[in-house]
Structure formats: C-alpha cells, structure tokens
C-alpha cells in the first residue's frame, strides 16, 4: 500500500501538525555540501549544486561553501555494511575514537554510552544532532557527556565527524571535535527493518525492530515522520569465554600469569588482631570442608567471573518524530519530539563483609572449643574478653549485586526559519532536554545492620545475642561454619538501595545568516561574496539527585561509600559571530583563496566568563590540490554534574605499592627489588610497624580487594572552565586525471590548560612517594588498619574530587583515501562498480601534565594503571566494496588496524613507573581484523526488500589478555573488563548478523 499517495492521509497528519497536536522536528540545516562526492558518474542537478546549505561546523549558509577544518562522513550505507546494533560500535572503529562507556561495561557502568575523541576524555567531544546540542545522558556521570543510546540506529541517515575545536560555533565542550548525527526526516512511505545478530557461541544475541512512517503534504513543502524502535540485548557473563573465566593476576614479580579473584571469599576469612599483636600468624579461613574451626589461610580467591557481566542485558523502546511545514519562503515552522527509555542491568558478584570490624566474647555460643582457643586463647585473651576480626566473607546467600540502571530521556526542539529578504535568512528555536535517572542497588548487605550483628554479647545462658543498641529484629551473624548464615540471618542484613536523579537542559538559539554576494558584497579578486552569521544562545543545566537513606549514608556494603542528595543549576548567555571571506578565485596560480573566523563569548551564572575564536584558509593553487588550515580557542565549562554531584566514594583499579605482598617477595624470601623505603611510604600514612611487618614478610598493609581501592569522588561549585587550542593543517588531492579518487592529510595539535578532571589514583601515590609533595600526600587517607580499600568510614580512601588539574595535549596526523571506479572503465563489463576507502590515524603525542608543577608524561603507544586504555600510535581502517548493481548485490570486506602498546610502568618515566618491570604484561602486539558484509535487494516488481548481512572478526581472534587484579591491576573497571578493553578489541569473538529492510 502507498501510504504518500493516501489523500486523507495527507489531509489528517498536516491539520494534526498545524493544530499543535504532537508536534514533532526536523531541527537539521542541509548538511551536504555543493559538490559532494561522485556516486557514479551522474550529472548533478544544477538546482541542487546553487542550493544555500550549512555544514558540520559552520552556521554559514551559502550555496559555495567548505570547511577549513577536516570533517568525516560516515554514511548509511556504512551502517548497514558494518552491521550497526548500537551507534557506540560504529563511532568507536573510527581512527579519531578511543575507549568510551559502552554495553561492555558492569563493574562502574553507567549505563550509558559515550564516544571520546582523540583520547581526551568524552566530556571534551560535543555530540549534536541535526546541527543542535544533545543534553547529557546521565545526571551523575563525571565528566558529564551526551549518552549514544538516545539515537537510534536505524533512524541515522549520516555521521558527520569534525575533529579539532569548534566552540566559537557550538559553545562549551567542542573541544576535542563535534559528532553531528544526521537523522532521516523527510521520509515518505512505510518501512520496517530489522537486524539480528549472534556470536558463534551462538550467545550475546541482540535483537533490534524499528517501524518509520512519513508522508509529505502542502505539494511536498511539508513532512511528518514518525519513528518507533525496540532494541534488546542478550547478557553474557564472564565465564563463557575463555579469557575471562577468571581473574587474572601478575604476581609482583612481572614474569607470568595465574588465575585470581577476590581474597573476600564465601568460607569467609578472618583477620585476627590479637594473633597480630601477639606476633602469631592472623589470617585463617573458615574450615571449607564444613567443621566449625579456623583453619590456616591457603590464599584461596573468589572467583567472580560466573556473574560478572562480558555484555550487560539492556531493552530500549525508541520513539520519536519530525514534521515541517514550509508556509511561504519566509516563514517554515519545524519540530521534532524524541524518547528512549533504557534499562539496564549492571552485575557483579555477590556482596560480603569487606574488611568489616567485628568483636566476638570469647564465650560465644557461636565459637566452637577449636574456634576460641585460636581467635583468644592463643592470642592470649581471657574467656570474659572479646577478639578482635576484621572479617571478609561473602555472601552468596544476598544474590549477585545488581545496579539496575534505568534511562528515560527525551528532548523537544520547536523552531521556525527562513528567508527574510534574498540571501538573508534566520533561524530561531527552543529546545529542551531532559533524562530522568533511577537506579536500584540490590542484594547488597546492610552495613548497620551487620555490624551490629556481628559485634554481639551473650545472654545468661551463655547464647549469642545482639546488643541491646542493635536495630530492631537483629539476629547475630553465624559466620564461623560453612553454610552457617541462615536465611533469616541473610535477611536481616540484606539491603536494596535506591536513587533517582533529573538533569534538564533547556536551549533558546537564534541566528541570522546571509550571503553579502548577493548585495556586491564581494572581494574584487573573487566571484563569490562574503558570509556572515550573527547569532545568540542561552542555556541552562539542572540537577536534582535524590537518594534513599541507604544510599546516601553509604550504608551498603560494596558501593563505596555516602552518595548525599544534592541539587543546583546554572545559566550561560551566549553571543556569536562568523564570517567567510573569499579573496581571491579563478586567478593565475590561485583557483580559491578565502579565510574564514568565528567568534563567541560566553557569561556564565558560576564559572567565569569565557571566549572562543577561530581563523581558518583554503588555498588552492589549482583545482587538484586544496590547503587549508585553522588555529582555534575553544572552551568547555563545568557542567552542572561537575559543579554540584555529590561527595560520594567508588572504586577505581590500582594497588597500593606500601601493601606487604608488593614489598615482600615469598618466592625468594626476600623483599622484592626497587620497592619504596620506609621513608617513602611514611608520606603516604605507613607506620613503621606496618612497613616493617610487610618487608619482612609477616604481614603488613592489605592490598586493596580485587585490584580496586576506595576513591572519594564529586562536584566542585569553584571550578573554572577548561581553555584549549587546536592547531591543524591539512592537504585535499583530488587529482581530475583520476576521475573518482580522493586524498586528504591532516595533521592536529589539540592542547588543553586547566583542564576539569581529577588526578589519577596512581598519580597521587607515585608523586607523593617520589617527592613527598603535601598537596597529594595530603589526599591519602589511612584508616587504622593502613589499607586503601574496605571500610571507608574511618579512612582507607583517596581523595580525587574535581578539579582544574594541568594540561592535556595531543598530536598527530589524519590520513584518508577514497576511490571509486566502475567495472566498465577496467574492462570487466557492465558488472557495478569498485570503491575503496581508507583512514588512518597516527598519534604523535598524548601529554599529560596531571597538576601544576607535577611532571609531564607522554601516553601515546602506552596503557596501564595510569595510561589507562590501550592508545595506538597508529590506527587504520580499509573497506573495500564491489557493488553489482545488475543483480542489486553489494559485497565488502573491512580490515581493522590497531597497532602495538606497551605498558606504562615498563618505561623508565618515573611518573609512570613502579620501579618493576612486568615482562608478561609488557607489550599487546598489533590487532588486526577482518569483517565481510554484504547487501542484497530482493528482486520484487518494486524492489523494495534488501537483506544484509555479514561477520565480523572472521578469524574468531581473542583480545589480548592482561593483568587485571592485584599487584597489576592494569584492565580493571570501568573501561577494562574481563582481562581485557573490549571497548577497543572485540571481544565476543566472531560475530554475525543478518538484518532486512522493506519499504511500502
């Protein structure tokens, strides 16, 4: 059935779309350029090629207008040759990406997506779609950063890519580059499509439906377009992979792997205090054959694979729509409505009693005779005295910890635009956005509740009994039997948290753009005229966090620690100019010379007035070989997440170098080489007593739980905006002897001063180490026992609030290739047409300088605790496509490039080292894949079925494998997983899909 050619249709969605009834958007400026690339040797409309449009980067609209900066595009057609589930997978293969959130997350998931730029941080990349701001996608996320799940695949039309600053034309947070999505909304017809996708392990499945209707009115100057969609994803847990089975470690000494997990196991391990001061050994286990006794500690681990998710599950519902209508060449009125509500599911293994304190009478009824002669009578305690435990036991009998993660977000645009006079236009619009946040924390332990039942009395008779201050209903925890915790007593300190949270952003925006050719505006020595486009902006963030009581005393044992209720807002007014200026065209030696600038400033209601500027050029001596060229100021502001999110504690991967198994080595007998003085862990809070203990082998600090220690996170209202600098030079070839081919270098160099960030754990420990510097001592919290993870009510933490740290800096060259040619021209007959496409990144330099006069380290081809994720020196992605048109079939192959890392603490930069060299973690050689893919429509009368289809990563290769539990815990949480960074290598092994579209 045609559904554009029903009258009625047609009658009921425009006079639904004038009466106001659900008024839905097209927000997008045209977003292709004059001359865009030849698809096949046709002829361009002339019409079409003299049509004013803007472009990614520029508010400018005229008819002969291109970009001093480099911008790429990333069409449909890609999309569906790549197989697209989710818009994260697409973004994060570009060269310019690296590692962001993503559905392989669990373990400090948001639940979200985000793409990062050049490696300096999401927050740092501006995220639009249809030329507009997308508000942030969780309210507590920090740096704060546009969620890639709001945007439904299927409704993408293109991606356009624009790397380098561009906050004179954007405002805040275009500091990295701009991801523009380009949606579909002139749609006319009905279309539903599909997509499947399954491992070869025949698990990780993933589901996607979308539905899309439009219909054009008013002689075709008017359009509704509605969208639904339904994405699901299958979980899939640690253990169904080899790689990820268990945990894997790196003793200290560096040479091997062996597999680990967490030293708070399900027989429970206890720590006796009174054993340590009495100088016997203090950590034994409860019997794992079942006896009630205490037997010696053989350093079992938990292994937490079995629940730890490889692919979080996750469902979202998609709905959203566009309409325009065009009432005279003055005035069109536009809108688009879109929703996502996005559930997912973050687990890991079950909760437990991490380090937790308790004192037991000796005359308990819970101690059998063997139990109480090891805990006191050995210790040298009396029957009337209490011992001392910290206790770490897990407690299976809760469930697996969840955080249910739940993300139901929407964003409203309204505008009107059009022509005031000739080559005079405006466009004014109002938008808002907001995400409500609610998140559900369950089978997590009751940390009051515990404590009070497990530091019990006894009764007359000699029975255990809560204190009389214990809450009410308290059972004493029978922890000293395997299997002793009854359901009961598992619910008494069971506990489900909840938070909820809303950020707003509202956007009013205003533009005027003209073309003075069109008044003899015009340079003498040019044929076209200048551009011009004033505008002005006003925005504004809102967070409102509300947290049970649980959450917000921290009372749940394994979150962290407190999250309190906190809530603020601010406002910015904006002022904005552009201007392109041909000087020279069609002249001996100088087929174009023009320049174009950008300026804005920027009043915000908290941090400080900002500026932002931009001087580009393109020189083209001959129509072959185009240079251009840019230096840009841009800014980004705190966010409203950074400026008011609550003091919280979490978790971050590192280990604690003063900890005895990192100064003792058992193997030898001997402390191991190069490990720090006692002088030096003194600066960090370390007794002597407790070095001493640790490097001579009898004890000392515990490392932190499973390579994660304590952190304190949160917001800070005194923080000023980020200010960069982006220098780029680049080269287009377009050689008209070689009809079809193409052939840009770019080269970047992107620096960040005061940059909002907080400085990394392994940071604040090596520099106060190293030199003893009070600023970062000083945020190294202690607790009684020394350890930097556990219990963070008495210390045992670092501090790494917000901040504005030093600088960041990049550098490095963009290199792309494409090249089309039909089957013909090679003499192979009418058989379609052969197109190849490249694009590559080298990282030069990827600088860190963490805070002022600390020392500067260079990331680039490094990873590891401080590095963080693997950053490639170089990076490549080559498709080649055979389209034979004659039969309406499509094949590609795709060749994935990501080139060799080494290992951060390997090199000999003291900010980066740790004095050992780990030799099995030291290197991850060069990656490289292989997907094929194809399209195929369907030969029907109107040929409007097409299937697609293909396989990623061909040859089934597994990621590298690396260290990440303690000494080394280099791939842990959160964008580590699973001994490995599946947000940059696949990590699902082979991988299938199949997926149709039909169009009615």
């Known amino acids: 059935m045609n559904l554009s050619a029903d009258g009625k249709l047609r009658l009921a969605a425009r006079a639904a779309f004038l009466a106001g009834v659900g008024l839905v958007a097209s927000t997008a400026y045209a977003q292709e350029t004059a001359n865009q690339a030849d698809t096949g040797g046709e002829k361009k409309d002339e019409a079409t090629q003299l049509q004013g449009v803007q472009v990614t980067g520029s508010r400018i609209k005229q008819a002969n207008i291109t970009s001093s900066s480099a911008v790429t595009v990333i069409g449909e057609k890609e999309l569906k040759l790549e197989g697209t589930k989710n818009i994260e997978t697409l973004l994060n293969s570009i060269p310019q990406a690296f590692a962001g959130f993503g559905s392989t997350d669990s373990n400090g998931a948001t639940g979200t997506a985000t793409v990062n730029l050049r490696g300096l941080g999401s927050a740092e990349t501006l995220v639009l779609i249809d030329g507009k701001r997308l508000n942030p996608g969780d309210p507590l996320q920090t740096p704060p950063s546009a969620d890639l799940n709001f945007i439904p695949a299927a409704l993408v039309e293109k991606v356009e890519v624009l790397s380098g600053g561009a906050s004179a034309v954007y405002g805040s947070d275009a500091v990295a580059g701009v991801v523009n999505f380009i949606l579909k909304k002139d749609f006319d017809g009905f279309q539903v499509d599909s997509e499947f996708t399954r491992t070869d392990h025949s698990d990780a499945t993933t589901y996607t439906t979308s539905l899309l209707w439009g219909s054009n009115f008013n002689g075709g100057k008017g359009n509704v377009t509605l969208f639904a969609g339904y994405d699901k994803q299958e979980a899939l847990t640690q253990d169904k992979r080899s790689f990820s089975a268990f945990s894997i470690t790196t003793p200290a000494a560096g040479n091997r792997h062996i597999n680990a997990g967490s030293r708070t196991i399900a027989e429970g391990r206890l720590y006796s205090y009174d054993r340590a001061n009495a100088g016997l050994s203090y950590y034994g286990i409860i019997d794992p054959a079942g006896s009630r006794s205490i037997v010696d500690d053989d350093n079992r681990t938990y292994n937490f694979a079995p629940f730890n998710y490889l692919q979080r599950p996750d469902r979202r519902y998609h709905l959203g729509g566009f309409a325009h209508d065009k009432i005279n060449d003055h005035v069109e009125v536009y809108g688009s409505a879109l929703f996502l509500d996005d559930r997912s599911i973050a687990q890991v293994a079950p909760s437990g009693l991490f380090g937790d304190v308790a004192s037991v009478p000796c005359n308990s009824s819970l101690l059998s005779a063997q139990e109480r002669d090891y805990l006191c009578t050995q210790a040298g305690l009396a029957p009337t005295d209490a011992a001392n435990l910290a206790v770490l036991r897990r407690t299976p009998e809760l469930g697996a910890r969840q955080s249910d993660l739940r993300h139901t977000d929407y964003r409203i645009v309204v505008g009107a635009r059009g022509d005031i006079v000739k080559g005079i236009s405006y466009d004014a619009s109002a938008q808002r956005g907001e995400v409500i946040y609610q998140s559900g924390t369950l089978n997590y332990v009751n940390l009051t509740n515990a404590r009070a039942a497990l530091n019990t009395t006894t009764d007359a008779s000699g029975n255990a009994v809560c204190r009389a201050d214990a809450p009410a209903g308290c059972i004493p925890l029978d922890l000293f039997q395997l299997g002793g915790l009854t359901p009961d007593q598992a619910n008494f300190i069971r506990a489900n948290g909840y938070s909820q949270a809303n950020l707003v952003e509202q956007v009013v ?219 780029s030079i680049g080269l287009v070839f377009t050689p008209t002897f070689v009809k079809g081919l193409s052939f840009t270098a770019d080269y970047f160099d992107i620096g960040i001063s005061g940059a909002i960030s907080t400085l990394p754990f392994s940071t604040i420990i090596n520099q106060c180490l190293a030199t003893g510097d009070a600023a970062t001592c000083s945020l190294i919290n202690r607790g009684p026992g020394g350890r930097l993870s556990g219990d963070t009510a008495n210390g045992n933490f670092v501090q790494a609030t917000l901040i504005n740290t030093g600088r960041l800096r990049t550098k490095g060259v963009d290199f792309g290739a494409d090249y089309r040619i039909r089957a013909s021209t090679l003499g192979l007959g009418n058989v379609g047409a052969f197109s190849f496409n490249y694009s590559a990144t080298y990282l030069d330099s990827l600088t860190s300088q963490p805070g002022a006069g600390l020392a500067t380290y260079n990331c680039a081809g490094l990873f590891g605790t401080t590095c963080g994720t693997p950053n490639p020196q170089f990076r490549h992605k080559f498709r080649a496509t055979w389209d034979i048109t004659p039969i309406g079939l499509t094949v590609s192959a795709l060749w994935r490039y990501y080139g060799a890392v080494s290992l951060d603490t390997n090199t000999d930069d003291p900010t980066l080292s740790n004095g050992r060299q780990n030799t099995i973690d030291g290197k991850i050689d060069a990656k490289q894949y292989v997907d094929l893919s194809g399209t195929y429509t369907l030969p029907t009368r109107d040929r409007n079925i097409s299937l697609r289809f293909g396989i990623s990563n061909v040859g089934g290769q597994q990621p590298p494998i690396v260290s990440s539990n303690n000494p080394n815990p280099i791939s842990s949480p959160p964008f580590g997983n699973g001994n490995t960074f599946p947000a940059i290598y696949d990590s699902l092994g082979r991988v299938a899909f199949l997926g149709v579209t039909a169009n009615f």
């Open 509 to 727: 925006n205003g533009s005027v753009s003209g073309d003075l050719g069109e008044y003899g505006i015009t340079s003498p020595l040019a044929k076209n005229g200048l551009g011009l486009a004033l505008g002005w902006e006003y925005r504004t963030e809102a967070l409102d966090y509300r947290p049970d009581s649980l959450v917000s005393s921290g009372n749940l044992g394994g979150v962290g620690g407190p999250s309190p209720a906190v809530a603020g807002a601010f406002q910015v007014n904006e002022a904005f100019a552009e201007l392109t200026v041909p000087l020279l065209e069609d002249k001996p030696f100088v087929k174009e010379f023009s320049v174009d600038g950008a300026y804005r400033w920027s009043n915000y209601s908290l941090a400080n007035d900002a500026q932002s500027w931009k001087v580009g050029l393109r020189y083209a001596p001959v129509e072959d070989v185009t240079i251009r060229a840019s230096y840009q100021r841009a800014t980004r502001a705190p966010s409203v997440s950074e400026l008011f999110s609550p003091q919280s504690f979490g978790l971050v991967g590192g280990s604690d170098p003063c900890a005895g198994a990192n100064l003792f080595n058992p193997d030898t007998g001997q402390p191991f080489a190069n490990i720090p003085t006692q002088a030096q862990c003194a600066q960090t809070g370390v007794t002597a007593a407790q070095y001493q203990a640790g490097v001579t082998g009898n004890g000392g600090i515990q490392d932190c739980n499973s390579g994660q220690c304590n952190v304190q996170t949160g917001g800070n209202t005194g923080l000023r905006s980020e200010d960069s600098k982006t220098y």
